[in-house]
């Protein structure tokens, strides 16, 4: 667990470094529309320009970065004219709403359709199933938005559907290899019945990398949040990364790609974390 | 399956050449404007009818399509011989350069890939020419895809390394370079081609999601993303159903592209 920690914090460090360089190298950095205040004095503008002359040194740049963002400063957004933390805070709850029910839908769904797949070993269901998800993974995340769009569908329902292809088909193929383990099929030939297979015999040996899937769909989810939110007109932070973008924001959405990130290293450490154990208690 | 892999090929080969015979197929150039005739429905002059500033879809489509066709399999390119290098190099080396080069690489995953790519994409110039942008966004997509078969191809690269045909090379005196260029990109080319081909429909994917939130290729020049972004406009009870057709295609694209692989050189 320390390990994991660490490598978190780590990876947390190496890319604000590189976020930091992102925003120090960005065009238009250091210049300040203030300086066209004509009322100012060329004395006051020298003054202005001599308080950031620190930052001009990209590793100062980087700990006084650093130190603002362990008091929990983010900086400001040059578009919106708004702190980032707080712009953060005010949308973060709303993607992390949209993307937990996304999976939820997404997994049951998804999983669901695998195991009924597996168990029933019915072709006309695999041949359903595959064709659905077949067109499901060919459309962008963004096409599916804007179908949601035209056809006036509840846009948090979206994340679901761009989750459930790529759920299906790793279960799906888990689960069929899981099931043709000399153990499963020796179950089966004893007269057990499905769910006792299911259960006890083919859901322990897929576990650990069905919940190592589960941390890999949190940064899909996260991903398809940026077309889901912009089109449909969702205030989450994928939203708030497309404005910025188009606004070339690129201090917000540093700090942004920096906030996704680590909650989807957290995602796939805690992931991680629980396949481990699932297999030492397997043992 | 065979038969699917091979009505995907020669879907695909028949779409790239209509696509290259563009200019000789398509009824106008893709940024001439009929001025008179904007939303038109499909015509003789017009088979797609024309889009909301009178340009004609049909050449708009072959157009857009020449240029994902052309450019995103150059992006995989660029990701799969850039996944060949890293991978390859950190795989065959082992030990410390192995240890850190798969570090980075798992720094590059971890990042989420829309949110890198919109972050890179509003560093570089947005006010640029058409062709610079196109060029510019498929670069973008071939310089960062390269992470994830990076580790398929070191993993791959780590047991060639300890195989027998390579420690017989070496008892038989080939130095690193020849070690490599002779024995292990050879054994290495089925990786990557199938992660070039999984690179392709991966790209075109990411290029209409930039493209439909106007991240992508700039106007006037069509791409999949400018294409898609028309269904913006589309509504049900107008009837136009030949708004769908670049939907359509784009999906017949992006699962040929899915059935060229076998079942044995798709990942699980």
Known sequence: MPKLVAKILITVLI?????AT??????GFGADEEELDARLSHRSIEAMRDTRKNEGN???????????????????????????SQLVAERLPETLKSVALGLALGWSAGFLLAVAIVMSRAWYLDLLGSLLV??????????????????????????????FPKIFRYSRNLLARSSALPHVLTARAKGLGNVRVLVWHILPTAGPQLLALLGVTVSVAFTAAIPMEALCDMPGIGQLAWKAALGRDVALLVNLTMIVTLVTLTANSISDVMGKSFRVSEA | MKWARITAIVFLLTVSAACLLADFIAPAPYAHQFREEPDASPSRQHPLGTDDLGRDRFSRVLYGTRVSLLLAPAAALLSSLMAAFIGGIAGFSGGRVERWVMAGTDLFLSLPWLFL?????????LNVSPIVSVLITFAMLGCLGWAG????ICADARAL???DFILLARASGSNGFQLLWRHLVPNLKPVLYAQFWISVPVFILTEANLGILGLGVAEPLPSWGSLLRELEGFSAISGQAWQLVPLILFILVVSSFHLVLTKEELPV
């Open chain 1, 58 to 84: 990209l590793f100062v740049f980087y700990f006084g970065y650093l130190n603002r963002l362990l008091h929990g400063d983010l900086g400001n957004s040059r578009t919106l004219q708004r702190p980032v």
């Open chain 1, 22 to 27: 992102l925003v120090r190298l960005a065009p």
């Open chain 1, 134 to 163: 077949g067109v499901l993974l060919c459309l962008p995340a963004a096409v599916l938005a804007l179908l949601f769009v035209l056809a006036q569908a509840p846009a948090r329902f979206l994340l679901g559907l761009v989750v």
């Open chain 2, 117 to 125: 790519l919109i972050t890179v994409r509003a560093l570089l110039p």
């Open chain 2, 161 to 163: 390394a300890q195989s």
């Open chain 2, 149 to 152: 078969a990076a580790r398929i």
């Open chain 1, 15 to 19: 890319g604000g470094f590189l976020g």
